[in-house]
Nanobody, 114 residues
Framework: QVQLVESGGGLVQAGGSLRLSCVAS????????MGWFRQAAGKQRELVAD???????NYVDFVKGRFTISRDNAKNSVFLQMNGLKPADTAVYFC????????WGQGTQVTVSS
């Protein structure tokens, strides 16, 4: 049974940092390109970063230089280091293969105050 469990969110001031974690079960995170997504209140879920099966990384423009996605195959986990956080980054963050093929976890709330 596939399960995705995100953690590490919280309330931070603008300019602060958080490190999100995603532990997967039921599949191996290095099988697919894994993504971090976010959904702000009233908006659609969007992909913000992904890491390919070979380890290459991609970021949307508005997080480039601030967010870093990584993966630990031994822990079957994916991480998102977020630095220089802005109020616009406030959202619930989720992980999934970048195609969104598995049921979504509960996500982890990130709130950035100005």
């Amino acid at each position: 049974q596939v399960q995705l469990v995100e953690s590490g969110g919280g309330l931070v001031q603008a300019g602060g940092s958080l490190r999100l974690s995603c532990v997967a079960s039921g599949f191996f995170v290095d099988t697919y390109g894994m993504g971090w997504f976010r959904q702000a209140a009233g908006k659609q879920r969007e992909l913000v970063a992904d890491i390919t099966w070979s380890g290459g990384t991609n970021y949307v423009d508005f997080v480039k230089g601030r967010f870093t996605i990584s993966r630990d195959n031994a822990k079957n986990s994916v991480f998102l280091q977020m630095n220089g956080l802005k109020p616009a980054d406030t959202a619930v963050y989720f992980c999934n293969p970048r195609t969104g093929r598995y049921p979504w976890g509960q996500g982890t709330q990130v709130t950035v105050s100005s």
